[in-house]
């Protein structure tokens, strides 16, 4: 079984390129971390993956993200995220024997940027705690469409997740 890590990643040129699998299909379950990460080689589109935390507890809530973003692309240097959807802020979180350094935020605009490498960045829509399972589903379906640009915001308006402004 390989690493989950591109064989280009891993420095081996002439290796084919390996993409992540799609788990769209794995149950969406409460007290989980879920994954919705589907990449392509033409990496079009705003997000590269969703993520649905079942709390604002982020010292509870990463690690099970970041030990599955390890599991699939090696190890996870940085994590930028909003601090208004959040209970607390530390600046960095111990994984798996490694240090993560946490970037905070105050964007509120629900996305988060995973940072394997020096270049080497993921977006991710953050779908708010108080989603249902379906409107969670459809936003994280929405987030990785290949050429999809829509904006979080427009995202989570458009599954019900997040209220429409005030006309």
Do not use: C, K
Not at 84 to 94: K, M, Q, V, Y
Not at 101 to 125: C, E, K, N, P, Q
Request: hydrophobic share 45%.
């Amino acid at each position: 079984m390989t690493s989950g890590v591109p064989a280009r990643d891993r420095g081996d040129d002439r290796a084919p390129l390996l993409l992540l699998s799609d788990t769209s299909s794995r149950p969406i379950t409460p007290g989980v971390a879920v994954l919705r990460m589907e990449t392509t080689s033409s990496r079009e589109g705003t997000f590269d993956g969703a993520w649905w935390p079942r709390s604002r507890d982020v010292a509870s809530q990463l690690p099970l993200l970041i030990d599955a973003l390890v599991d699939r692309l090696g190890p996870v240097a940085r994590v930028g995220l909003d601090a208004s959807a959040w209970d607390d802020a530390p600046r960095h979180l111990i994984v798996g024997g490694r240090t993560v350094r946490i970037d905070w935020s105050a964007v509120g605009d629900g996305t988060m940027i995973v940072t394997r490498g020096h270049h080497d960045h993921f977006s991710f829509l953050v779908i708010p705690t108080l989603a249902t399972p379906a409107a969670a589903h459809a936003a994280m379906t929405m987030a990785v469409q290949d050429g999809n640009y829509a904006s979080a915001e427009q995202i989570l308006r458009d599954t019900g997740i997040a209220p429409a402004p005030p006309v």
